[in-house]
């Protein structure tokens, strides 16, 4: 007999020898130690599993077969079968299929996954989870650990085995078994109270705190194990949203539901979870999951205005009820948009063939995807983000290059989807890629430009460099894609704006942070803004960054104070005197402008921030705020098809074309748009609300009323359910409804009671509302004049008084003159 390979003990070597053949040991935990191993019957690799002889002492081969005969039954694709068991010189040992592929933990480690992805892993863990419950077999110890990544899917180890150790520690002490029972991080409260009548909802618990972590990079207690455990059983865990906003409601609500302290309060089973996860991990369009927030449905503040907030300029939802929800806000994004391929002024973007990939000579275009970050601390995720970020900002500054805004290339993050398939999906003929590695101040860029018809490099680089030559770096990169594609610019060369080397990477993570929709977030990149300002007082990108964070606070409070609108004016200011070429503060005194209705000012603004960047997405996009409260409806959906064509794979874009189509009676256009909208983002707040009018107004009286239930904002649920059941004669329960909707929202959101009484036919009613949503300042009201529903009161001689006192009559806004014009 050949000697024992290292750290595999001889006697264990020799118990199996005529079996099996041990090559190493893969791995330890507390109750037992795996081994590769050959199996010399069938001549194939195997994973032996052999419990550590205290705990087999304990459990005793009996019950240990008992058990395994038991989880030897399942057979299901997500379950890793158990090949053979037994006992030999007193070791007690399972066999299983060797996995070569590595454990969840493995690639925790790592970093996070692409939301799709995650989605998919707790689905396949919840489909293994309901056969093995079916089969009335709970695992006890759902963790990282136990589930293995095999190919493209997951297989879930260790059925049944939990339980027996569980058992056999019942009758002995866990001190003198010297074992810990279970992973103390994702046990269930019952759990760790040792409650004998837990069911398989335990297991739902713990591949909750699994999602968790997954979305975002921690279980949500941490400590002790004492600590923890007494977590599990009184502390809540803190919203998955409020970590890591860019997280999907959808998918963060399937993870928080099964963490509920009460077993009665999680899914009812792990079917019943797996069916909420399949439809978030069907798309590779990352099935809405792409870099942009959404305030949680249901949370709105007192003027209900949602923010789409990436990487960029702050937009808030302007108008009446119809334009906030079928109307998201304005894509918010620092990408600036292409000029050679945008829509011509007055025509809608020619279709595109989904499958073709374009050809560099005849339509020059360019997806900058996200740098990978190579750097050990992974929080510089925002670094490598930021470089990517300013090249793609700056190769669109060149004039006949189509740039793909940030919102979309971004969202391929981690997938694992070739790029001519990119391509195809953003309809590009090229791409970069690169990485990123930080290290004090030494940065190293690596990047290639690949053509995506045949996959070819048309170059690649690698740059070494002092922080402070990140910037120059960035020129050549800029310059030599530029070359490769063998482009003739108009005129020079475009060049990044400098900052001070001292602040780049705190204003790129303020950056980061203020793209982020929530308030813990914000308030933290104010305080980044803040400190970089200490060091540079004069970085104008410092202050236009701390202008945009001040905004979004507002936006996200529900309300627009005299202090903070101060506090934007005065950074937006500041910024503009050090650096009067920075567009998106125009921007932000311009939505200054619009809340005191000051529209002459605002497009003053809005003209100066045009005027130096004529081809930006993030001002040639919010141009649509101004243009709806100028009741411009046709330019508004020019700028808005512009907008989609730029930045496909950005639900707003598709959201806010959904609302402008139907303003001007496109519903089919419109309800396409929607449903695009909701095919990337299923729980987008408001567009089932917008649906549920468009089809209201296409006859379809029961399919709007099935659509209005989905929507998950109560008040616009309760207004859309309404005209519903008005539209279907069920006057009593419409009545029902905006009485519901009075009680709770009157203050609140009265322009939508306001526009469900013009639908009904009682104007009496409906002009009471308006005058209440004027008097406590609505910021939906102005938007009035375009709301199809209130097409019924234009005849009514208190319409136009109204309008002329909210300052939106149409002799008011012909004095308004502002003019856009899109690339191309």
């Known amino acids: 007999?050949?000697?024992?390979?290292?750290?595999?003990?001889?006697?264990?070597?020799?118990?199996?020898?005529?079996?099996?053949?041990?090559?190493?040991?893969?791995?330890?935990?507390?109750?037992?130690?795996?081994?590769?191993?050959?199996?010399?019957?069938?001549?194939?690799?195997?994973?032996?599993?052999?419990?550590?002889?205290?705990?087999?002492?304990?459990?005793?081969?009996?019950?240990?077969?008992?058990?395994?005969?038991?989880?030897?039954?399942?057979?299901?694709?997500?379950?890793?079968?158990?090949?053979?068991?037994?006992?030999?010189?007193?070791?007690?040992?399972?066999?299983?299929?060797?996995?070569?592929?590595?454990?969840?933990?493995?690639?925790?480690?790592?970093?996070?996954?692409?939301?799709?992805?995650?989605?998919?892993?707790?689905?396949?863990?919840?489909?293994?989870?309901?056969?093995?419950?079916?089969?009335?077999?709970?695992?006890?110890?759902?963790?990282?650990?136990?589930?293995?990544?095999?190919?493209?899917?997951?297989?879930?180890?260790?059925?049944?085995?939990?339980?027996?150790?569980?058992?056999?520690?019942?009758?002995?002490?866990?001190?003198?078994?010297?074992?810990?029972?279970?992973?103390?991080?994702?046990?269930?409260?019952?759990?760790?109270?040792?409650?004998?009548?837990?069911?398989?909802?335990?297991?739902?618990?713990?591949?909750?705190?699994?999602?968790?972590?997954?979305?975002?990079?921690?279980?949500?207690?941490?400590?002790?194990?004492?600590?923890?455990?007494?977590?599990?059983?009184?502390?809540?865990?803190?919203p998955i949203q409020a970590l890591r906003g860019a997280v999907p409601p959808a998918l963060a609500n399937v993870v928080m539901r099964a963490l509920a302290k009460a077993p009665g309060d999680r899914w009812p089973s792990a079917e019943a979870m797996q069916a909420q996860l399949e439809p978030l991990a069907g798309t590779t369009s990352n099935s809405g999951m792409v870099a942009t927030v959404m305030v949680a449905a249901g949370r709105r503040g007192p003027a209900r205005t949602l923010l789409f907030a990436a990487i960029g300029v702050a937009v808030i939802a302007l108008g009446a009820f119809a334009w906030q929800r079928m109307h998201a806000p304005e894509a918010a994004n620092t990408a600036v948009a292409a000029s050679a391929a945008a829509t011509p002024a007055a025509a809608a973007p020619a279709p595109l063939d989904p499958n073709a990939i374009p050809d560099l000579a005849t339509d020059p275009s360019i997806a900058v995807l996200p740098f990978e970050n190579l750097s050990s601390d992974k929080e510089q995720l925002f670094f490598s983000d930021g470089i990517a970020e300013e090249l793609l900002n700056l190769l669109a500054k060149v004039p006949n290059l189509r740039v793909i805004a940030r919102t979309s290339s971004f969202q391929f993050r981690d997938q694992d989807i070739g790029i001519q398939e990119i391509a195809r999906k953003l309809h590009v003929a090229a791409v970069l890629e690169g990485s990123v590695r930080k290290s004090g101040d030494t940065v190293r860029i690596t990047t290639q430009l690949i053509r995506a018809s045949d996959g070819s490099q048309l170059w690649s680089d690698t740059y070494d460099r002092k922080l402070d030559d990140v910037f120059k770096v960035q020129d050549e990169i800029a310059s030599t894609v530029v070359g490769k594609l063998k482009l003739t610019l108009l005129g020079a060369a475009p060049t990044v704006r400098l900052v001070d080397p001292r602040v780049y990477p705190l204003i790129l993570q303020a950056d980061a942070l203020n793209g982020q929709g929530t308030v813990a977030a914000r308030a933290q990149a104010i305080k980044i803004y803040e400190r970089a300002l200490v060091r540079s007082p004069r970085e104008a990108r410092a202050w236009t960054g701390l202008a945009r964070a001040y905004l979004n606070r507002m936006t996200l409070q529900g309300k627009y104070t005299a202090e903070g609108k101060r506090q934007v004016r005065d950074a937006a200011n500041k910024a503009l005197a050090l650096d009067p070429?920075?567009?998106?503060?125009?921007?932000?005194?311009?939505?200054?402008?619009?809340?005191?209705?000051?529209?002459?000012?605002?497009?003053?603004?809005?003209?100066?921030a045009l005027a130096i960047a004529p081809t930006s997405l993030a001002v040639l996009a919010n141009t649509a705020t101004l243009l709806q409260r100028l009741g411009r409806v046709d330019e508004v959906n020019r700028v808005r098809r512009w907008s989609a064509r730029v930045d496909p794979a950005n639900p707003s874009a598709h959201a806010n074309l959904?609302?402008?189509?139907?303003?001007?009676?496109?519903?089919?256009?419109?309800?396409?748009?929607?449903?695009?909208?909701?095919?990337?983002?299923?729980?987008?707040?408001?567009?089932?609300?917008?649906?549920?009018?468009?089809?209201?107004?296409?006859?379809?009286?029961?399919?709007?009323?099935?659509?209005?239930?989905?929507?998950?904002?109560?008040?616009?649920?309760?207004?859309?359910?309404?005209?519903?059941l008005h539209a279907l004669g069920r006057k009593a329960e419409?009545?029902?409804?905006?009485?519901?909707?009075?009680?709770?929202?009157?203050?609140?959101?009265?322009?939508?009671?306001?526009?469900?009484?013009?639908?009904?036919?009682?104007?009496?009613?409906?002009?009471?509302?308006?005058?209440?949503?004027?008097?406590v300042h609505d910021p939906e009201t102005p938007a009035s004049n375009v709301l199809p529903l209130m097409a019924p009161l234009h005849k009514d001689p208190r319409w136009l008084p109204f309008l002329r006192k909210v300052g939106i009559a149409p002799e008011q806004l012909a004095k308004v003159k502002f003019e856009v014009k899109l690339p191309g």
């Open 658 to 724: 959904c609302v402008s189509e139907g303003v001007l009676g496109n519903l089919q256009a419109a309800v396409e748009a929607c449903r695009d909208a909701l095919a990337m983002s299923p729980d987008y707040a408001y567009l089932h609300s917008s649906l549920s009018q468009l089809l209201l107004r296409m006859g379809q009286k029961q399919a709007a009323l099935e659509e209005a239930a989905l929507e998950s904002d109560e008040s616009a649920r309760l207004v859309v359910q309404a005209e519903a």
């Open 1 to 238: 007999m050949s000697s024992a390979p290292d750290a595999v003990p001889a006697r264990l070597v020799a118990a199996l020898a005529d079996k099996y053949r041990i090559e190493r040991e893969l791995g330890a935990g507390g109750s037992a130690t795996v081994y590769l191993a050959e199996d010399l019957k069938h001549h194939r690799h195997v994973a032996i599993k052999v419990l550590k002889p205290q705990v087999a002492a304990a459990l005793g081969p009996e019950r240990f077969e008992d058990e395994v005969r038991i989880a030897a039954n399942l057979h299901h694709p997500h379950i890793l079968a158990v090949h053979d068991s037994g006992e030999a010189d007193g070791f007690l040992y399972y066999v299983m299929p060797y996995v070569d592929g590595r454990s969840l933990r493995d690639r925790l480690d790592e970093g996070l996954l692409p939301f799709p992805k995650v989605a998919k892993i707790l689905a396949e863990v919840a489909d293994a989870l309901a056969y093995a419950h079916a089969a009335g077999i709970v695992h006890r110890d759902i963790k990282p650990e136990n589930i293995l990544h095999n190919g493209k899917h997951i297989v879930v180890t260790d059925f049944g085995i939990a339980k027996a150790i569980s058992d056999a520690a019942e009758r002995k002490s866990s001190t003198s078994m010297g074992i810990a029972l279970g992973t103390p991080a994702y046990m269930a409260p019952e759990q760790a109270a040792s409650d004998p009548s837990l069911d398989h909802r335990a297991d739902l618990y713990s591949l909750g705190i699994v999602g968790y972590e997954l979305l975002v990079g921690h279980p949500p207690f941490s400590g002790t194990a004492q600590q923890i455990l007494s977590s599990h059983l009184t502390a809540k865990p803190e």
């Open 734 to 775: 419409s009545d029902t409804a905006l009485a519901t909707m009075a009680a709770k929202y009157a203050d609140v959101y009265p322009a939508g009671l306001a526009e469900a009484y013009a639908y009904r036919g009682e104007p009496d009613l409906a002009f009471r509302w308006l005058e209440h949503a004027y008097a």
């Open 581 to 608: 070429q920075l567009a998106v503060a125009h921007t932000y005194l311009g939505r200054l402008a619009m809340d005191d209705n000051d529209l002459v000012g605002a497009a003053a603004e809005y003209e100066r």
